[in-house]
């Protein structure tokens, strides 16, 4: 049976670990916290949105969807005034998911008329000033850069908007998102998972060999960020229908009903699922679950829920999954997109999705005031960024007055936080050397070995001997 590691990180959210890749698939301190801070806050949705009705995004590594998962989230908040995120289930009422069309799943009529169709109230987009009030942090002890220690992480990325009490509705925003993964499993399964809390940990049984995680996940836990279940469910929705062949699959039934899992997952999308599973929907598939659903959603779906749910099952919101290896996925496709999120395992573990070759491909897929966001600080990344013509800049984070990834864009004046000398330095010396992927069909195997051999036969300086002269040089 397809084998999950899950684990409830410190902010409640759920992190994986992945025997195979030998690597984590979230941070330990928060998976939806790290997708707020590395992914959506760094990119300035609300700029970008302020001149812009749509937005088209690929959802690279999707995983189990924190990243697309974190942006919808943000949208909805930033846009849709009445969205709160309530105590109280998602259903009316739970009993009543049990009686949902068992019957007759073959009750086509979709309702419509029972919605109670709020007027939207217009938002305020939060108006920050430049302030120019500004202090000196150091940053690792190699670059000094002004910060303000007032601004949170969020105004930190957002203070270059006009100073406007801005109006405007979410409904009229287009929101396109295509999820690149090769593990369809794990895609299918991504709404299923819940937001525990602090209690919810005693359910973390690290059957696996990776200490470090078991010691980190002892820290302080801290729900900065709460999911809005309302998004849950329209992945589900969405799934369902791009993907009708999940029905009645016996691994994605087995997997939900495990006892070792269960903890892991939110109840009430689980029952929800099951009884489309009960349902014969062989013959119109994808007719049977969308009225299914829409029927749910139209007789069983709390008040509080329906203004964005609504906007999210409608076609204002398109979410397309693509599963295969995300090299082929990109080759394939002629969009661009205007925010791309790359969330690979670590280049030592998944170097074919940081070669050089990649980000050139990326950079047909990227539009001219897009910008690509990745947690990674490798100067050999950044280095293949700025050799495939990006601009690189770097991601902030004040709270921990860390740099916590990495932006690439093709308009330099996105950048805020650009690289600093010693970034510069670095990239030039043997921690620089990118990997190479000449045709983009190498294994992760290969591009290791060609990588490895081309480090040792270069003349660059090594980055040690780089950092003490750094160091020397600049007193530090
Ligand atoms: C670090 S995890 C991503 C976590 C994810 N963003 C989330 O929010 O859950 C890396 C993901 O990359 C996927 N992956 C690994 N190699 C891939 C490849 N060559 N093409 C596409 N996906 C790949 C894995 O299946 C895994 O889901």
Known sequence: MYKLYPYFTNDGSVGLFSPEADDIYHSTYGALTEAYEKFVLPANVKYFLKNNSQIKILDICYGIGYNTKSFLNYFLEKFFSNFEIKNEKIFNNKANIDKIYSNNIYNREIYTDNIEKNSETLINIDTIDNDNVLCEHSINSFQKIPINPHLNNEALYSNNLACEKSLCSGQKYKIFIKALDNDKTLLILSPFFRQGN??????????????????????????????????????????????????????????????????????????????????????????????????????????????????????????????????????????????????????????????????????????????????????????????????????????????????????????????????????????GIFYRDKNLNLSNGEILASHKSEVEKSCKMSSSRFIKEFKKKNCL
Request: glycine fraction near 2%; aromatic fraction near 14%; charged fraction near 25%.
């Open 198 to 431: 602090e209690d919810d940990k005693k359910y973390n049984n690290l059957n696996f060999n990776y200490e470090k995680i078991s010691k980190l996940l002892n820290n302080k836990f801290e729900a900065k960020y709460k999911l809005n279940p309302a998004i849950n469910f329209a992945l589900l929705y969405k799934i369902c229908n791009k993907l009708p062949e999940i029905i009645g699959n016996s691994e994605i039934s087995n997997i939900l009903d495990s006892n070792e899992y269960k903890p892991f997952f939110d109840s009430e999308i689980m029952a929800c699922f099951k009884k489309i599973n009960e349902s014969d929907v062989s013959e119109y598939p994808q007719e049977a679950i969308s009225s299914f659903l829409h029927n749910i959603y139209y007789n069983h779906i709390s008040t509080s829920y329906k203004i964005v749910l609504e906007y999210l099952i409608s076609d204002n919101f398109i979410f397309e999954p693509v599963i295969g290896d995300a090299r082929t996925s990109l080759i394939n496709d002629k969009d661009t997109y205007n925010l791309i999120f790359l969330d690979a395992f670590t280049p030592a573990k998944c170097p074919c999705l940081w070669t050089l070759e990649f980000f050139k491909l990326l950079y047909e897929h990227l539009s001219e005031d897009g910008m690509i966001l990745t947690y990674s600080n490798s100067a050999s990344i950044r280095n293949a960024m700025l050799n495939a013509g990006f601009y690189a800049g770097k991601i902030y984070n004040n709270e921990f007055n860390k740099f916590t990834g990495t932006i690439a864009v093709k308009n330099k004046s996105l950048i805020k936080f650009e690289l600093s000398e010693y970034d510069l330095g670095l990239i030039n010396s043997k921690a």
